[in-house]
């Protein structure tokens, strides 16, 4: 059982739950990004176990007709263990999704895991001619390389701020430096990219900033948001937007809970806003 403050930003124990709280968002027009809660995998068993999870997830999603799409970090699917692990049981399950349709987002964790993310991201946009796409933080001073890098790749990029605390020599540590640095990047992507974006932020100055560099450019676009973060504001923003809730699942919630809702200033504002107002 979830205590309490948990069950606001978790689904559940099971994928059923996760899907039955994806049924409910397509009803009010939020499409699901479902993940199984799970990261730091050192032993094999758990990261083939965490991915053939995540293939029953993606053929009960292909069977439900839910707008919904998985996504898995490469230390769940066993970067911890070696790239050659993660590349192979990465590989496994986006194959899986790209029979059934499904669309698989890739986590970006913390900037020790950027390059083989990235590379495996490329590798498999280009051969599945996109199904697949990645996240990427605003707050490391190499993302606007990066970016200038996946601009012809199929596929999709979710920007977020980044929920991780990197070193200063290879971050900006300053909040308004990063959101400044989030904007110029929002611009880059609605300038450069054709493939689809994904701007992942609860902040509304962002996602006003979003909206209008959509009606400049015409750039496809989608809002991402937390399960049980301005979820009001989800619903609303549905009503002219194309808009996804990140929902997670399982009993691995706490290290999850504190990283995107404790460690995070601005996430924990919003999470005890809902907890008091809901």
């Not at 029979?99 to 490329?122: G, P, Q, Y």
């Not at 809970?257 to 005890?272: H, K, P, T």
Request: aromatic content about 8%.
């Amino acid at each position: 059982m979830l205590p309490p403050i948990a069950n606001r930003f978790v689904a559940g124990d099971s994928p059923a739950e996760a899907l039955e709280h994806v049924r409910r968002l397509n009803e009010r027009n939020v499409n699901g990004i479902v993940n199984l809660l799970g990261e730091h995998h050192d032993d094999r068993e758990s990261v083939d176990a965490d991915a053939a999870e995540y293939r029953r997830l993606v053929a009960d999603i292909a069977g439900s007709r839910l707008a919904a799409a998985v996504s898995v970090k490469p230390s769940q699917l066993g970067l911890d263990l070696g790239e050659d692990v993660f590349r192979t049981t990465l590989a496994a399950v986006v194959d899986a999704a790209a029979e059934r349709d499904v669309f698989v987002w890739i986590d970006m964790e913390d900037h020790t895991t950027t390059d083989a993310t990235l590379d495996a991201f490329e590798a498999l946009a280009r051969e599945h001619e996109g199904g697949v796409g990645v996240c990427v933080q605003a707050n490391l001073c190499r993302t606007r390389a990066d970016l200038r890098r996946l601009a012809d790749v199929p596929g999709k990029v979710r920007l977020v701020k980044g929920a991780y605390d990197p070193p200063a020599d290879v971050a900006y540590t300053d909040p308004a430096r990063v959101d400044r640095e989030y904007r110029d990047l929002l611009e880059y992507a609605f300038d450069r990219y054709d493939g689809g974006i994904g701007v992942g932020s609860h902040d509304p100055a962002m996602i006003e900033h979003a909206t209008a560099l959509h009606e400049r450019h015409g750039t496809e676009f989608e809002i991402q948001m937390l399960m049980g973060v301005r979820e009001d504001a989800q619903y609303e923003l549905a009503a002219e937007y194309e808009v996804w809730q990140y929902v997670p699942y399982g009993d691995r919630w706490l290290s999850y809970f504190y990283r995107r809702v404790v460690e995070r200033r601005e996430n924990l504002r919003f999470a005890l806003r809902a907890v008091l107002t809901g």
